[in-house]
């Protein structure tokens, strides 16, 4: 069957093919009413819009690509979901990849998305260093780097919380409640952010003149993490309380310590990373350091729109950086 054309669509709402075209462009603003007519028609008609085509007409892709060390991860996932809603209220599409936390995977991933040439990448690395594949996006597409990253020394445009802060505002919350016997569940202190996280936590328990906490990596895999700080947690004293530096530490420390019978609120404290509904509906509701993760995506976006509106690409790297706040509730407990 033919395919319908915008000349039909624009006929069917009684509107100009201008209209039309930037109903699904997004190349300038149409009032509700008119949007809704055009889509109706649309519809009706079984109109799709060429985006190949129109791109090529304007000499300009509106696509953009986002890269991510993992799409299971609910951190990484509410980020691109963000991401998503943005670029559609831009006229943007979004190609999304993830590199499962591997160098190889990523530079493979990399070479894919800028297949599409994409107006511009924002992307979360999988290690602690930049890999080559993404410092050779500095002369190909503006780019913006998310979360994994030294915001001193990247060549792109970040967008980062204050990890440090993060890290004093947990453990400041646990001494106030009295806990000295701290475990720290990390999950690689190759990252930036967790080695900051680790390091803002040292800095207030230094300064209350408590013994350096243990710090232990889980890794990111949640049953993997599980076996490892099940198998600490009954080879050493138990602590008064656990600082998880991650959703995912979060979880596997949760896993320990249901498979150890110990009671979070009860028998031990707990102070989680990210902040989620569930967090709050369990029968003991976790405390928890809340990422901006609204604000952190509206950023990136913001900063990439704008290298790609100046076409600057990534000259003069800015670095953009978010607190984050501590959710007080009821898997800490005092023992003063």
């Given at each position: 069957?033919?395919?319908?054309?915008?000349?039909?669509?624009?006929?069917?709402?009684?509107?100009?093919?201008?209209?039309?075209?930037?109903?699904?462009?997004?190349?300038?603003?149409?009032?509700?009413?008119?949007?809704?007519?055009?889509?109706?028609?649309?519809?009706?008609?079984?109109?799709?819009?060429?985006?190949?085509?129109?791109?090529?007409?304007?000499?300009?892709?509106?696509?953009?690509?986002?890269?991510?060390?993992?799409?299971?991860?609910?951190?990484?996932?509410?980020?691109?979901?963000?991401?998503?809603?943005?670029?559609?209220?831009?006229?943007?599409?979004?190609?999304?990849?993830?590199?499962?936390?591997?160098?190889?995977?990523?530079?493979?991933?990399?070479?894919?998305?800028?297949?599409?040439?994409?107006?511009?990448?924002?992307?979360?690395?999988?290690?602690?260093?930049?890999?080559?594949?993404?410092?050779?996006?500095?002369?190909?597409?503006?780019?913006?780097?998310?979360?994994?990253?030294?915001?001193?020394?990247?060549?792109?445009?970040?967008?980062?919380?204050?990890?440090?802060?993060?890290?004093?505002?947990?453990?400041?919350?646990?001494?106030?409640?009295?806990?000295?016997?701290?475990?720290?569940?990390?999950?690689?202190?190759?990252?930036?952010?967790?080695?900051?996280?680790?390091?803002?936590?040292?800095?207030?328990?230094?300064?209350?003149?408590?013994?350096?906490?243990?710090?232990?990596?889980?890794?990111?895999?949640?049953?993997?993490?599980?076996?490892?700080?099940?198998?600490?947690?009954?080879?050493?004293?138990?602590?008064?309380?656990?600082?998880?530096?991650?959703?995912?530490?979060?979880?596997?420390?949760?896993?320990?310590?249901?498979?150890?019978?110990?009671?979070?609120?009860?028998?031990?404290?707990l102070v989680a990373f990210d902040d989620y509904a569930w967090m709050s509906a369990r029968s003991t509701s976790?405390?928890?350091?809340?990422?901006?993760?609204?604000?952190?995506?509206?950023?990136?976006?913001?900063?990439?729109?704008?290298?790609?509106?100046?076409?600057?690409?990534?000259?003069?790297?800015?670095?953009?950086?978010?607190?984050?706040?501590?959710?007080?509730?009821?898997?800490?407990?005092?023992?003063?």
């Amino acid at each position: 069957m033919r395919k319908p054309s915008i000349r039909e669509v624009a006929k069917l709402a009684e509107v100009s093919t201008a209209t039309v075209s930037n109903v699904f462009s997004g190349k300038k603003p149409v009032n509700d009413e008119l949007k809704a007519r055009v889509q109706l028609a649309a519809d009706q008609l079984g109109y799709q819009m060429d985006r190949a085509a129109s791109q090529l007409r304007s000499q300009r892709n509106k696509v953009v690509t986002v890269l991510v060390p993992n799409i299971t991860d609910t951190f990484f996932a509410t980020i691109v979901s963000q991401l998503e809603n943005l670029a559609f209220e831009h006229g943007y599409d979004v190609i999304v990849a993830s590199s499962h936390d591997r160098e190889e995977v990523e530079a493979s991933r990399i070479k894919a998305l800028m297949s599409w040439r994409p107006a511009g990448m924002i992307a979360i690395p999988c290690a602690g260093q930049l890999s080559g594949a993404l410092l050779n996006l500095k002369n190909l597409c503006p780019t913006v780097l998310i979360d994994r990253v030294s915001v001193h020394s990247a060549p792109f445009d970040t967008v980062t919380i204050d990890n440090s802060a993060a890290g004093e505002l947990a453990c400041q919350h646990l001494i106030d409640a009295g806990h000295t016997n701290i475990l720290i569940a990390a999950s690689d202190l190759s990252f930036p952010p967790i080695r900051e996280r680790v390091e803002g936590a040292l800095n207030v328990l230094r300064n209350a003149n408590i013994v350096q906490p243990s710090v232990i990596e889980l890794g990111c895999e949640l049953e993997a993490g599980a076996e490892t700080i099940t198998h600490w947690l009954a080879s050493h004293p138990k602590p008064s309380a656990i600082f998880a530096l991650t959703n995912v530490t979060t979880l596997s420390t949760l896993t320990a310590l249901a498979e150890l019978n110990t009671k979070v609120g009860e028998d031990i404290s707990l102070v989680a990373f990210d902040d989620y509904a569930w967090m709050s509906a369990r029968s003991t509701s976790l405390t928890a350091i809340r990422q901006p993760v609204e604000a952190v995506a509206a950023n990136a976006w913001s900063k990439l729109l704008e290298r790609i509106d100046s076409e600057r690409k990534n000259s003069d790297p800015q670095a953009t950086v978010l607190n984050a706040s501590l959710i007080k509730r009821h898997s800490v407990k005092s023992i003063i």
